[in-house]
């Protein structure tokens, strides 16, 4: 990944820098976990989660 596509994951609101993506619950910060959808995958430990509705 270069640098041009990490600066995506995150945002700047009031000063502060905010992640875009949802991180893995088992694997800890820094874990992105992929969109498909309907749900979010961890590609490292294969953890998914079901988006509500």
Not at 25 to 48: K, L, N, V
Request: with cysteine; hydrophobic share 25%.
């Amino acid at each position: 990944m270069g640098k041009s596509e990490l600066w995506k994951k995150y945002s700047v609101k009031d000063g502060k820098t905010e992640r875009k993506l949802v991180n893995c619950p088992r694997c800890g910060i820094g874990y992105f976990m992929a969109d498909h959808g309907d749900r979010y995958a961890c590609g490292r430990c294969g953890y998914t989660q079901f988006k509500q509705g």
